[in-house]
């Protein structure tokens, strides 16, 4: 079946303007994930999507980050006002709910700022 | 909060050498996962350990938990060029459920 999907691959934009990455996941998954991952770095967490809870958005990195899931499937994360210091991979995962279950990535969004 | 530590960062080995990786948290973990990321990929799960003390083995990868749940290994028996990548371990503590945090991950070479 279809795995996680992200669009666009690859963004590159002038400091400044606003950007919108979309996650779609996996059919019937309701926990939804985005991470951020600068070369070579591991993945620091953004924000967490459940079902119809609250998000955590503890790992926002400040209020220029936003994200929603609507219909509790596809999700946006939108970074307005962007800073070089932004250019990373951004990468969504989603799963089953559950502490326990697998985590399936998408193939991320390289986003470049310039 | 909770960290999740990762070593070495860095290894290289030669083909047919065996490797491991450590991690250890802060916190006692429920669970710890481990994923492999390929070059150019997204990570890719590879296994869950739940109980303390457990170990796993898939062919040449043998995961283990410790007894306090607050580290986990890997080791890769006789690497492979295939086992090229960066493998990170992801722990779930008490007050960080569905939210794993992963550590930085350990990139490996292996030279033919």
Known sequence: GAG???????????????????CDPISGHTAL????????????????????????????????????????????LTIQR?????????LCASSFPGAAQPQHFGDGTRLSIL | GQQVMQIPQYQHVQEGEDFTTYCNSSTTLSNIQWYKQRPGGHPVFLIQLVK?????????????FGEA???????????????VGTYFCAGI???????LTFGQGTILTVHP
């Open chain 1, 33 to 76: 994930y985005w991470y951020r991952q600068s070369l070579g770095q591991g993945l620091e967490f953004l924000i967490y999507f459940q079902g119809n809870s609250a998000p955590d958005k503890s790992g926002l990195p400040s209020d220029r980050f936003s994200a929603e899931r609507t219909g509790g499937s596809v999700s946006t």
């Open chain 1, 4 to 22: 996680v999907s992200q669009s666009p691959s690859n963004k590159v934009t002038e400091k400044g303007k606003d950007v919108e990455l979309r």
């Open chain 2, 52 to 64: 303390s003390g457990e170990v796993k083995k898939q062919k040449r990868l043998t995961f283990q």
């Open chain 2, 93 to 99: 503590g008490g007050t960080s459920y569905g939210k």
């Open chain 2, 69 to 83: 749940k607050k580290n986990s290994s890997l080791h890769i028996t006789a690497t492979q060029t295939t086992d």
């Open chain 1, 82 to 90: 962007t800073q070089q210091e932004d250019s990373a991979v951004y």
